[in-house]
């Protein structure tokens, strides 16, 4: 058995989306399981849509997501150089050798020959295809022509009336000649079309496998023509379902957020897209297992569990899994991850050192459990971040907090021991709460409530515990937005109030 290789072949003319992360997940995860080489190769071979900043964009965004590769454009590999339009002179010496094998012919149809073509094939109720047309002209009328400097694309000679692959998705895969009309491997410009580059360089590239979308079902067998043209052996194919979104149409925009940038920045970590991603189509064997980290995927990953029928997106489940990741994350590094958002609120300063790290450790402690997205922490960092007394007061809840005696009671013994606090721990925090239930007969609900609210500017929150260091730290820090401590609070209650 020949060592597997395999190969995730992007365009650089879009952003990376869910649906082709996936096919890079499942070949990277195949290539692991089975010890082989994932190779990164860019189809760049349409000018006028390939923008090297999308090929970075891409290599960017891959490596974000987690997945890395033995051989590229960006490594080099024994079979240099991996972008299609580096290979320009390969593709013109294997379509030399088809046209002088007589598997390939000039075409001279011009582009509105070809569209009247197909206009009357529709109108007949036909499904278009090219006519043939030129392959009738003899080779060396053909050549003529074409040195003369009259524009020719080149054209395959498809001869079987059926073709057949084992898919290892789909299964046995039979689809009839007919349909499948004399393909163009050379555009008249001198450009070689896709399905010709690519089956030139997975052959060369030494390709076992080809996993890619089903959309290129169709062209599978004009690849297979092109396989037997040169006399290869054809890799193996599985053709991955479409992925769809809520409302069972293929999944795009509309749908919201598809594209790894877009996930980068609502803050889904990459640990729970690449799980919840290879769950799109794929199972593990015991089909029920949901939260499998990158080596259990590699572990376990196997093309015989991948399914034909369409995959689902699920919003909901995404983040059920970065919720997991999220919880399940080292604290520094996802405090690391949270800086960006926090900073784009405002609420940090570029580059935080050691302290402030470790400071946004316990703010994400105190307010993970309220989000699924790292874009959502600044927002439920808040009960941090912004305490207005004044605002507060002015809701009715606040309202009725400062009309209620019980409650006045126990504000008024609790703020002037607390603010005398240099800074307040939660142990005396814990000392003073007793001295005043103890003195005001208050417990429970009746004593906690209206501190809380005294102190977080809220009716309910995160655990109080947690959140008074991280006022008494935070207001020491260096923070471009002014974190107030614990004693702050209460004087600016204690005034709003009116006690
Ligand atoms: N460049 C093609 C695409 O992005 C690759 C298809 C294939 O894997 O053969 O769809």
Not at 20 to 34: D, I
Not at 214 to 236: C, M, V
Not at 319 to 336: G, Q, S
Request: hydrophobic share 40%.
């Amino acid at each position: 058995m020949p060592k597997v290789r395999v190969r995730f072949a992007p365009s650089p003319s879009g952003y990376l989306h869910v649906g082709n992360a996936r096919t890079a997940l499942f070949n990277w995860l195949f290539a692991r399981h089975e010890g082989g080489a994932n190779i990164l190769r860019i189809e760049d071979t349409d000018a006028e849509r390939s923008k090297p900043e999308y090929e970075r964009q891409l290599i960017r965004d891959l490596r974000w997501f987690g997945i890395d590769w033995d051989e590229g454009p960006d490594k080099g590999g024994p079979f240099a150089p991996y972008r299609q339009s580096e290979r320009r002179e390969i593709y013109q010496q294997h379509t030399a050798k088809l046209i002088e094998q007589g598997d390939a012919y000039y075409c001279f149809c011009t582009a509105a020959q070809l569209e009247a073509e197909r206009e009357e094939a529709l109108k007949a109720g036909r499904q278009p295809r090219y006519s043939g047309r030129c392959r009738k002209i003899p080779a060396e009328e053909a050549a003529r022509r074409k040195s003369a400097g009259e524009p020719a694309a080149v054209r395959l000679k498809i001869v079987e009336s059926s073709f057949f692959w084992n898919d290892r998705v789909h299964g046995p895969t039979n689809i009839s000649g007919e349909i499948v009309g004399d393909p163009i491997l050379v555009r008249s410009e001198g450009l070689p079309a896709y399905n010709f580059a690519a089956v030139v360089d997975d052959h060369l590239m030494e390709i076992t496998h080809v996993i890619r979308g089903d959309d290129h079902i169709s062209n599978t067998p004009r690849q297979l023509a092109l396989y037997r043209a040169f006399g290869w052996q054809a890799p193996e194919f599985a053709h991955l379902s479409t992925i769809l979104g809520p409302d069972r149409t293929r999944l795009s925009k509309r749908h919201g957020a598809t594209s790894m940038e877009s996930f980068r920045e609502m803050g889904i970590l990459p640990e729970a897209l690449r799980n919840y991603l290879a769950l799109l189509g794929w199972s593990p064997s015991d089909g029920k297992t949901e939260i499998l980290n990158a080596e259990e995927l590699i572990k376990q990953f196997s093309l015989d569990h991948i399914t034909k029928s369409p995959a689902v997106f699920d919003t909901d489940k995404l983040n059920w899994l970065n919720r997991h990741y999220m919880k399940e994350c080292p604290p520094r590094r996802l405090a690391e991850l949270t800086v960006p958002f926090l900073q784009a609120a405002g609420l940090v300063n570029p580059a935080p050192g050691p302290e402030v790290l470790a400071w946004i450790e316990r703010v994400l402690d105190a307010v993970l459990k309220n989000v699924s997205l790292l874009s959502e922490v600044p927002g439920a960092a808040r009960v941090v971040f912004d305490y207005d007394a004044q605002q507060a007061l002015a809701t009715p809840e606040f309202q009725e907090l400062i009309t209620s005696q019980a409650a006045r009671e126990v504000l008024m013994a609790f703020i002037p021991t607390a603010i005398a606090e240099s800074t307040l721990t939660y142990e005396r925090f814990r000392e003073i709460t007793k001295a005043v239930q103890k003195s005001t007969g208050k417990k429970g609900k009746d004593l906690f409530h209206p501190i809380r609210m005294a102190l977080t500017g809220a009716a309910s929150g995160p655990e109080l515990e947690k959140l008074i260091p991280i006022y008494e730290e935070g207001a020491k820090l260096p923070l471009p937005k002014h974190v107030k401590s614990v004693a702050e609070r209460l004087r600016e209650f204690e005034a709003a109030a009116g006690f």
